[in-house]
């Protein structure tokens, strides 16, 4: 499956956070969502053969990563208290022309700010 | 561009009901829908995805249905128990939205025992 790291963070607003994920084996897509509490998740970035190939309405702040070995970061600079949610990330095998078999989601990293 | 919308947005129900929860997108230009389940502050559970080309998908006790031309999903539940309970949220991986999930907001539901 799909793993997260930290499961919580907490940061001062102003910071600095990386985010870690392992993404399933096999899979060749990684996303990363915001879910603010009772909301459904917003999508930040996705990273396809580690370039990103699609972006949410996120400022640059929100970077990220894809390594070759199935795992990926997302960072977030200059923190602010509106970036406390719940982080998921989501693996997924790429088909072509944007098919794929379906989103493997991990349990999220819960940051507050 | 695609909106999915999700009704009813709560549901309280007894144990033993059966139960359908909707979900409705307005562009029937889909690759595939899939549903999720999430229990409170927790990650996303994937329930069964359905691709453009299917009608239909079950796993145990869950029945996911896909009506692509009327731009409408349902997921049927049969005989539900305080387990299931949870919220329930469906997301399309429409064509032209380069691989992004677009999410419905979730029903809410609870199983009275």
């Known amino acids: 499956g799909v793993t997260q790291s930290p499961t919580h963070l907490i940061k001062t607003r102003g910071q600095q956070v990386t985010l870690r994920c392992s993404s399933q084996s096999g899979h060749n897509t990684v996303s990363w969502y915001q879910q603010a509490l009772g909301q459904g998740p917003q999508f930040i970035f996705q990273?396809?053969?580690?370039?990103?190939?699609g972006r949410g309405n996120f400022p640059p702040r929100f970077s990220g990563l894809q390594f070759p070995n199935d795992s990926s970061e997302l960072n977030v600079n200059a923190l602010e208290l509106d970036d406390s949610a719940l982080y998921l990330c989501a693996s997924s095998l790429a088909l072509g022309q944007g098919v794929t078999n379906g989103y493997t989601f991990g349990s999220g990293t819960r940051l507050t700010v | 561009k695609q909106e999915v919308t999700q009704i009813p947005a709560a549901l309280s129900v007894p144990e033993g009901e059966n139960l359908v929860l909707n979900c409705s997108f307005t562009?029937?230009?889909?690759?595939?829908l899939q549903w999720f389940r999430q229990d409170p502050g927790k990650g996303l559970t994937s329930l069964l995805l359905?691709?453009?080309s299917q009608r239909e998908q079950t796993s145990g006790r869950l029945n996911a249905s896909l009506d692509k031309s009327s731009g409408r999903s349902t997921l049927y539940i049969a005989a539900s128990q305080p387990g299931d309970s949870a919220t329930y949220l469906c997301?399309?991986?429409?064509?032209?939205?380069?691989?992004?999930?677009?999410w419905g907001a979730g029903t809410k539901l609870i199983i009275k025992p």
């Open positions: 997301a399309v991986n429409s064509q032209g939205s380069n691989y992004q999930l677009i």
């Open positions: 990273y396809y053969r580690e370039e990103e190939n």
């Open positions: 359905i691709q453009s």
């Open positions: 562009d029937s230009a889909i690759y595939n």
